[in-house]
């Protein structure tokens, strides 16, 4: 049984630095493309970042380009999203998510942590 369990979250100011982290287990990690989603109050959810199974190619969205990195730990089993120079605007619900295939649906979600941007 796969699970995701996503920590991390939590209030900052912003200009402050959140790390989320999400536990895998149940699947062969290396072999899964990760991926960290947001959703805002009243938006879409949309795609933050993405480490690819395999080499580790990474991709961001533009609006977190510069700031925001995605690791991943394979001895832990575990993906991370170091979070710097946070905005109000990145305040959100963040989900982790697995995928196995390139450019498939994503399989696999967490429960979400809450992250919140003061101004």
């Known amino acids: 049984q796969v699970q995701l369990v996503e920590s991390g979250g939590g209030l900052v100011q912003a200009g402050g630095s959140l790390r989320l982290s999400c536990a895998a287990s149940?699947?062969?990690?290396?072999?899964?493309?990760m991926g960290w989603f947001r959703q805002a109050p009243g938006k879409e959810r949309e795609i933050v970042a993405n480490?690819?199974?395999?080499?580790?190619?990474?991709y961001y969205a533009d609006s977190v380009k510069g700031r925001f990195t995605i690791s991943r730990d394979f001895a832990r089993n575990t993906v991370y999203l170091q979070m710097n120079n946070l905005r109000p605007e990145d305040t959100a619900v963040y989900y982790c998510?697995?995928?196995?295939?390139?450019?498939?649906?994503?399989?696999?979600w967490g429960q979400g942590t809450q992250v919140t941007v003061s101004s």
């Open positions: 998510a697995a995928r196995q295939v390139d450019y498939g649906p994503y399989n696999y």
């Open positions: 149940g699947l062969t990690f290396h072999s899964w493309t």
């Open positions: 480490i690819r199974r395999g080499f580790g190619t990474t």
